[in-house]
């Protein structure tokens, strides 16, 4: 399946448009990454755990994204866009949205 941030696909002609479809992941973030963090937070430099928890949401909201565009019968994703959210009382919660327009290309 195709997907991309751009509104059309080079090449492709769009036959269909099957409508907007979405990607949710939340994701928690555990108490030793936590505290990992905030050493990094403290002594400077980038956190590592807060990044693999980011890639790893990001793969995952995209993911679902791709598979309710399938549902709808569509083989390309076109305009994604994600968004990040942070969540929870302490902020330990991480909210990945992606979406986009599903569309049947030739």
Partial sequence: MIVTTTNCIEGKKVLEYKGIVFGEVISGVD?????????T?????????????????REEALEELKNRAYA??????IGIDI?????????????????GTAVVVE
């Fill in 31 to 39: 108490a030793i990454k936590d505290i990992a963090a905030g050493f």
């Fill in 41 to 57: 937070n403290f002594f400077g430099g980038r956190s590592k755990s807060y990044e693999g928890e980011l890639i790893q949401a």
């Fill in 72 to 77: 709808v019968g569509a083989n390309a994703v």
């Fill in 83 to 99: 968004d990040y959210e942070v969540l929870g009382q302490g902020g330990n919660m991480l909210m990945v949205t992606a979406s």
